[in-house]
């Protein structure tokens, strides 16, 4: 019925698209730079009998705002942040704008993805300028609407205001004038200055808070479509293992059991792992069957991985050097040199993500086409491997992006797309699968556990002489297995004048991910425990021998966005010393630890203080966080970040690790796998820097510094040194 | 199989074709499509699964929905006024912007509501035991803590929250 009647102008220079709405309204469609813009009916999604916009912003004649925020949400507040930025240029009425989920659509979005705290560095800029393109035109309208010259007027809170007269007129009043006038180039146009921001900065509480508080928000789990059926799938507990015969006929007899198969799957577990499907009327009656399925596993090249025998392996070569990857200046001299040496081994374990709403996925396969409902941080490359799998086009493929419970890095990965479009497929109705939480939790991407042999030396005025390691972690081929490497610019590598860094890769059979952090989230915890060995050796204070390892302000390499500068990070530590009383006394049995990372553009120093009592009970009494991100856009999502980064890294630190034997993993559900309390959760402050610096995200950064923080706390407290984690295992309790 | 009889936010439910061992979590979620109660467990570990049965917050992952047959079931769907109004809790969670993924709230919230009812005067210890039960993955404790002393206090100087 209605569709965008005119495209009032293409911009082919720019990469902007304004409609006007046949009903009234503008739409804004903005395109990615040097894609091809799209056509008309392009814009009109099949079958849609409302309009439907598929660019960024509708202005519809009531007022009501309408923005798509095109990046996957899975509480990391994305779906907030980025409409927050276009209203702020905008000058929106924010009690006005509506926030919906943008469909999958690259060509015109972009890469709509959640990983790398990526979402606001990459998308700040883009979004300022499609709202300053809507504002800038609703502005031109009302000059003419008046009659005055347009720098008479100014935008804000939803209306366009004339001062000189006292006149105004609300944006739903302009649309569709505005839609009709030429579109300025959006590289050039008029952004607000910071100072002038009405939105970003503030506290905005979450677009979905009244649907998550009245259970009305649709989470993967949630999605129902008219004759779905439910999906159970079960897969080898050893990973890579196939199945040899199953009970198939005996499953199938089972009450509400609909129908049950096998996949061979592609040999992968990071595209379709082999299993048996079940399909049933309920998702009780699907993951009861599956309780109950009986099969015989081939396992011939099935992983054989064990935990204690890595563990070994890794002890074994302590006195190895490894395969040198990382160097500077010259460590053996350095050491040589020193006046002391400190030698320390570290080891940490696997962790799982453990999202709190399980894997699931919902698809539909008719007349050569799939429609697949997804929770993934990366539904682009889930979109491709559904094609691979099922061997169609990849525009045969329409994903939806739906609202997922926790992500973490466990929903890069998009496993479970490839089976539930397989299983959908095979059963002919749409289908919603479910992996239970022990399947969940043995069929993860795990962050790879890792082992360190370090040696550092201190010189006659108590300097850090030579630092040597052997990183003992995974990987085949001279490639480190997904997530499990440590890169050359993290602190305090990068800063170290003498170093050598040496390698030694394990095979391993066990799927390694992407885990919050990845690459920052156990190494921080190395480098800076020993670290803080070496200062306490030393008899220095840690902050005064952070800040002089990290010198003059400057940048240090590599010369990208992964690039330290040395005086953002001594910010964070000055701030935190001085907010968390750094220096003053404690009484007997308590510590105060602090440590300092960079990643994902973000700098944090987390400064904890704990106790511990006679009998090891641990308690995080407090922990304070400082961070340099740039300008903060939502105060209150912001510091939720960070709150939920350092529970997160105290769960892990103190309770977790996934450990395997014969290929299978052993921890199942919450009981042998813990997630801390809220009695134990500690009292957190969170401080921000907001330096000029272009805004980067919080997924991650808050996270790496809080493990060392704790145990250079309990060192503090006890003068235990924690070296092997997780704290339970060492007698820690909670 | 037996037709069990449910009253679930104050409705009556005729519910065919389930074994009266079915979880009443599933039940809920899938046969009266009240998707608000969440599955995260299965065996009592998470909380994100509570309802009210009879006032009492219950996991509805390991509770026979042939056990809730006669008794009042609450979810949260049914937690706010007839007319809408939020709930206090559920106010209070919006005012402290306490939801990341979310996904756990709802359990949260029931779980909250049913301690709160019972004892309105609940110490933070008490309210600390009494939360234990329920997890938060994205680790929103502080905010959940926050926001739960609010709406205590709300409903302490609205006389009650009976
Ligand atoms: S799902 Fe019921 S307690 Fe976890
Ligand atoms: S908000 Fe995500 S599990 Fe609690």
């Known amino acids: ?734 | 199989m037996p037709t069990l009889l449910l009253q679930v936010n104050g409705q009556k439910h005729e519910v065919t074709d389930v074994a009266p061992d079915t979880p009443l979590l599933w039940v809920l979620r899938d046969t009266l499509k009240l998707t608000g109660t969440k599955f995260g467990c299965g065996i009592e570990q998470c909380g994100v699964c509570t309802v009210h049965v009879d006032g009492v917050a219950t996991r509805s992952c390991n509770y026979p929905v042939s056990q809730a047959v006669g008794k009042q079931v609450v979810t949260i769907e049914g937690l706010a006024g007839k007319d809408g109004t939020l709930h206090p809790l559920q106010q209070a969670w919006i005012d402290h912007d306490v939801a990341q993924c979310g996904y756990c709230q709802p359990g949260q919230i029931m779980q909250a509501a049913a301690l709160l009812q019972r004892n309105p005067q609940a110490t933070e210890a008490e309210l600390m035991r009494g939360m234990s039960g329920n997890l938060c993955r994205c680790g929103t404790y502080k905010r959940i803590r926050d926001a739960i002393t609010s709406a205590q206090a709300q409903l302490q100087s609205k006389g009650g929250a009976s």
């Open chain 1, 1 to 734: 019925m209605s569709s965008p009647d005119t495209h009032a102008l293409l911009d082919r220079r720019g990469f902007l698209r304004v409609a006007a709405l046949a009903g009234g309204g503008l739409s804004l469609a903005f395109l990615i730079d040097g894609s091809p813009l799209l056509a008309a009916d392009e814009a009109k999604p099949a079958g849609a009998e409302n309009f439907r916009p598929n660019g960024y912003l509708t202005i519809s004649p009531d007022g009501t705002v309408t923005i798509l925020s095109k990046n996957p949400d899975l509480g990391q507040g994305i779906k907030t942040t980025l409409p927050l930025i276009i209203a702020e240029e905008l000058c929106a009425d924010w009690k006005r704008v509506v926030v919906e989920q943008a469909p999958l659509n690259p060509a015109l979005y972009g890469w709509q993805g959640a990983g790398g705290s990526t979402s606001v560095p990459s998308n700040y800029d883009n979004m300022r300028r499609a709202g300053a393109v809507a504002r800038t035109l609703l502005v031109s309208a009302a000059a003419a609407e008046f009659g005055v010259p347009e720098s008479e007027c100014r935008a804000e809170s939803g209306e366009v205001i004339h001062d000189i007269t006292g006149r105004r007129l609300g944006f739903g009043a302009l649309a569709s004038k505005a839609a009709t006038l030429p579109v300025p180039d959006a590289k050039t146009v008029v952004l607000k200055d910071r100072k002038d921001f009405s939105l970003l900065g503030r506290r905005v509480g979450g677009v979905d808070n009244k649907a998550v508080v009245t259970g009305a928000l649709c989470y993967g789990i949630d999605v129902s479509l008219p004759g779905i059926l439910y999906a159970a799938f079960v897969r080898c507990p050893a990973f890579g293992g196939k199945v040899k015969a199953a009970n198939l006929d005996a499953l199938r007899a089972r009450p509400g059991v609909r129908k049950v198969f096998i996949v061979e799957g592609t040999g992968r577990d990071d595209e379709l792992a082999a299993g048996v499907a079940i399909v049933a009327d309920s998702t009780h009656l699907a993951l009861s069957a599956a309780d109950e399925a009986e099969i015989t596993w081939d396992e011939d090249k099935a992983c054989k991985d064990s935990w204690s025998g890595f563990a070994a392996k890794a002890a074994a070569l302590s006195g190895e050097a490894g395969k040198e990857y990382q160097k500077s200046g010259d460590a053996k001299a350095a050491l040589a040199s020193a006046a002391k040496i400190i030698e320390a081994s570290y080891t940490y374990p696997f962790v799982a993500h453990a999202t709190m709403e399980p894997q699931n996925c919902t698809a539909h396969f008719s007349e050569g086409g799939l429609e697949i409902w997804t929770t993934s941080q990366n539904p682009g490359s889930g979109q491709d491997l559904v094609a691979k799998v099922l061997g169609i086009a990849k525009d045969k493929v329409r994903v939806h992006i739906i609202r997922g419970g926790g992500g973490f890095g466990r929903r890069l990965m998009n496993d479970y797309m490839a089976e539930a479009a397989f299983i959908a497929r095979e059963a002919g109705v749409p289908i919603k699968l479910i992996h239970s939480r022990e399947s969940d939790m043995t069929h993860d991407f795990y962050r790879a556990g890792g082992f360190h042999h370090l040696r550092g030396g201190i010189d006659g005025k108590g300097r850090l002489s030579g630092w040597t390691q052997h990183f003992v972690t995974f990987g085949q081929g001279g490639k480190d297995s997904r997530g499990a490497g440590m890169g050359a610019e993290l602190f305090p590598l990068v800063v170290l004048p003498d170093r050598s860094v040496g390698k030694t890769l394990l095979p391993l059979g066990v799927p390694t991910g992407y885990w919050r952090a990845p690459g920052s989230c156990a190494t921080a915890w190395v480098l800076e425990s020993f670290l803080h060995e070496l200062s306490a050796a030393a008899g220095r204070d840690h902050v005064e021998f952070l800040l002089e390892l990290l010198g003059e302000p400057r940048w240090l390499p590599p010369a990208n966005s992964g690039a330290l500068h040395t005086g953002r990070s001594a910010g964070v530590i000055r701030l935190a010393a001085q907010k968390s009383g750094w220096g003053t006394p404690l009484p007997a049995g308590r510590g105060r630890g602090i440590a300092f990372h960079f990643c994902h553009q973000g700098y944090f120093a987390i400064v904890a203080e704990v106790t511990v009592g006679a009998d090891r009970k641990l308690s995080v009494d407090r922990v304070v966080a400082v961070g340099d991100v740039g300008p903060i856009m939502n105060r209150s999502g912001a510091e939720n970040q960070v709150e939920g980064s350092i529970v997160d890294g105290l769960s892990t630190l103190w309770l977790q690790a996934i450990t395997f034997e014969e290929g299978r993993v052993q921890e199942t559900n919450f009981q042998d796998y813990g997630l801390l309390r809220m009695a134990k959760a500690p009292r957190i402050e969170t401080h921000f820097i907001e330096s000029e610096y272009p805004p980067t995200g919080l997924g991650e950064p808050a996270l790496p510094p809080l493990t060392p923080a704790v145990c250079n706390a309990i060192f503090a407290a006890t003068g235990e040194r924690v070296r092997t984690l997780p704290l339970v295992k060492a007698g820690f309790k909670a």
